[in-house]
């Protein structure tokens, strides 16, 4: 029988713990810049506390309004991964609140991402250890009846996320990183922290910050200048 959109994948291979750890205090940003700033999530998506999140990628699929998959994938998932939930962008009922939440923390999940609401914000905005981020906030709870899936691939805030991909997040917002592509990303990412630090460092010494670039692309513009107008 054909189970397309009633999955549950109990298992797959996570990425080294080691590996995922070497991006814990990596910016959001930085990272995104290095992935040709196409990678964050869509900025809807956003941190309700400030709880750094780091983990590998347990993804959910839920119809709107409805969180009975992420029941299931609570009793599932495992310590150090982050529950990311594909709810279709539907802001009109919460998927999760305080109960699971509380849950997830004690069973060491590392934080949950979701496409949609939650409710129960203020308890959650409080926590320090457990990083959650929501397209929406709204005190209508979820149906409980599926479909769904879980450890499939899923779509989070525009994109695409797989089971085992890293998952980090700051204030700015989230992004997924394929276990393949950490090892050069981690690199590349260090070079461009190193050379903010090099410009930052110059800044607060003699306040230049040398660019070149703004008056060549300003020429190619062929931008007017002006010495002195009143209005």
């Given at each position: 029988?054909n189970k397309?959109g009633?999955?549950?994948?109990?298992?797959?291979?996570?990425p080294d713990?080691?590996?995922?750890e070497?991006?814990?205090?990596?910016?959001?940003?930085?990272?995104?810049?290095?992935?040709?700033r196409i990678s964050?999530?869509?900025?809807?998506?956003?941190?309700?506390n400030?709880?750094?999140?780091?983990?590998?990628?347990?993804?959910?699929?839920?119809?709107?309004?409805?969180n009975?998959?992420?029941?299931?994938?609570?009793?599932?998932?495992?310590?150090?991964?982050v529950?990311v939930?594909?709810?279709?962008?539907?802001?009109?009922r919460?998927?999760?609140?305080?109960l699971?939440?509380?849950?997830?923390r004690?069973r060491?999940?590392a934080?949950i991402?979701v496409?949609?609401s939650?409710r129960?914000?203020?308890?959650m905005?409080?926590l320090?250890?457990?990083?959650?981020?929501a397209?929406?906030?709204?005190p209508?709870?979820?149906?409980?009846n599926g479909?769904g899936?879980i450890n499939t691939?899923?779509?989070?805030?525009?994109?695409?996320v797989?089971p085992?991909?890293?998952v980090?997040?700051?204030?700015?917002g989230v992004?997924?990183i394929?276990?393949q592509?950490?090892?050069w990303?981690?690199e590349?990412?260090?070079?461009?922290?190193e050379?903010?630090i090099?410009?930052?460092?110059a800044i607060?010494?003699?306040g230049?910050?040398?660019?070149?670039?703004?008056?060549?692309?300003?020429?190619?513009?062929?931008?007017?200048?002006?010495?002195?107008?009143?209005?």
């Amino acid at each position: 029988m054909n189970k397309v959109g009633c999955v549950i994948v109990e298992d797959f291979k996570r990425p080294d713990r080691a590996l995922v750890e070497t991006f814990r205090g990596v910016a959001v940003a930085n990272l995104d810049d290095c992935m040709n700033r196409i990678s964050a999530v869509h900025e809807d998506i956003r941190p309700v506390n400030k709880g750094q999140l780091l983990g590998t990628a347990f993804t959910v699929k839920v119809p709107s309004g409805d969180n009975l998959m992420f029941h299931a994938a609570m009793d599932l998932a495992k310590p150090g991964d982050v529950i990311v939930i594909d709810a279709g962008g539907d802001t009109r009922r919460s998927i999760f609140g305080e109960l699971m939440v509380t849950y997830c923390r004690k069973r060491g999940i590392a934080g949950i991402v979701v496409d949609g609401s939650l409710r129960d914000v203020d308890a959650m905005s409080q926590l320090t250890d457990f990083p959650v981020y929501a397209r929406g906030i709204t005190p209508d709870g979820p149906y409980k009846n599926g479909p769904g899936e879980i450890n499939t691939p899923i779509v989070c805030g525009g994109r695409l996320v797989n089971p085992g991909d890293i998952v980090i997040g700051d204030q700015d917002g989230v992004l997924f990183i394929r276990p393949q592509d950490a090892p050069w990303l981690l690199e590349k990412v260090s070079q461009l922290h190193e050379n903010e630090i090099r410009i930052i460092s110059a800044i607060e010494k003699d306040g230049t910050y040398i660019r070149p670039w703004v008056k060549e692309k300003l020429e190619s513009l062929g931008a007017q200048r002006i010495n002195y107008v009143e209005y």
